[in-house]
């Protein structure tokens, strides 16, 4: 059976399709490449460039290679982006979901998987945070997140459809085969802008803050691995196919990092020491926030398989390389073309 992945030519997106055509799936990826990247859409997988929001478009792709479950990734993602542009994050992330779930249920297609993101939780009372957590998302990013998951939800009781949403905490590394990575530091992520660090492509990084209540003083946060990710939508697309019903569940290690463990670990796994420019902390940043994922590991057997920091740093720094030292650099320059 063909799935249809929407974003596939981002860094989630093309880790999953990677892993689908890896265990023998079909795989189309439907994106406008405004912030993803066609080198990363893995060459067997058939590329369809538009909009989610085009309907003719979406139905005439689902007829046309008989689609049965969609993977929506698509959506702007940055935090502060979306503070500072809040209609462009509801256009984008829900009005044209909205559009995109209509045509997905007009069409006929039994199974959704819809990328959300911890930020539904806001700042979180305690760690490990489980599904039950209060939402209370403290962004219009977060907040566009947990209006198509509620969409989602009451889509389904009157659609002939099965919906799953996965929250993903801290997303980091690469493809441990060099498939496919982070191409851009949108957003600032630790582990990207420490190995564009550590392979001289930036003069230092930032550090927001090292007086929280913590063991070195820095944040922790639940960093999972972007190969472990993927195979959560294979084991969730597993679970719809043998009847499973709508859920939401965390995607992350279970364990958390703190900053300054991040900058060690990519420290010491390049051999290259670079500045940490410590600054005043972010306003709204939780001193820890780790996932429990309880759910996925029983209702899904799904376990990380790439659980260690050196594995995700590791992975991490050799893509980096791999930009720096090959034609792929020039991906962060065409991403959005």
């Known amino acids: 059976m063909t799935v249809l992945i929407t974003g596939g030519a981002g860094y989630i997106g093309s880790h999953v399709a990677l892993c689908l055509l890896d265990h023998d799936e079909e795989a189309i990826v439907l994106d406008d490449l405004s912030t993803g990247c066609k080198h990363l859409v893995p060459p067997r997988a058939r590329f ?6 085009d309907r003719e478009l ?26 500072a542009h809040p209609a462009e994050y509801y256009r984008i992330n829900v009005a044209k979901t909205q559009t995109l779930l209509e045509t997905v249920a007009s069409a006929g297609v039994p ?30 990013y977060g907040r566009s997140k947990l209006m ?3 969409m989602l939800e009451d889509m389904t009781r009157s659609d ?5 949403a996965l929250r993903y905490f801290n997303v980091a590394g690469a493809d ?33 803050g090292d007086d929280y209540s913590t063991p070195d003083g820095t944040c922790i946060r639940d960093y999972v691995h972007v ?6 939508h294979l084991a969730v697309l597993r679970y719809m196919r043998r009847g499973g019903g709508g859920a939401v569940f965390n995607i992350g290690s279970g364990h958390g990092t703190s900053v300054w463990g991040i900058i060690e670990a990519v420290k010491r796994l390049s051999g290259c020491n670079f500045p940490v420019r410590i600054g005043p902390r972010r306003p709204g940043d939780p001193a820890a926030v780790v996932a429990d994922t309880a759910a996925m590991r029983m209702m899904l057997r799904w376990r990380p398989a790439y659980d260690s920091l050196n594995e995700i740093v590791g992975d991490a720094l050799s ?18 073309n």
């Open 48 to 53: 369809v460039r538009g909009d989610i929001a």
């Open 176 to 208: 441990p085969l060099g498939r496919s990575g982070q191409v851009s530091a949108a957003g600032n992520q630790i582990v990207k802008t420490a190995v564009q660090a550590a392979c001289g492509m930036r003069d230092g990084i930032d550090l927001y």
């Open 160 to 164: 002939e459809m099965t919906a799953v």
């Open 319 to 336: 893509w980096e390389r791999r930009l720096t030292d090959s034609h792929f650099g020039e991906m962060e320059r065409v991403s959005a």
């Open 111 to 140: 199974h959704v998987i819809f990328s959300s993101s911890a930020a539904v939780y806001g700042n979180p009372a305690a760690s490990p945070v489980p599904e039950t957590a209060a939402l209370q998302p403290i962004s219009p």
């Open 148 to 150: 198509v998951e509620w």
């Open 58 to 83: 979406v139905t005439r792709t689902i007829q046309d290679h008989c689609i049965r479950a969609v993977i929506h990734l698509a959506a702007r993602t940055i935090v502060p982006d979306s503070v």
């Open 227 to 232: 190969s472990d990710v993927a195979a959560a």
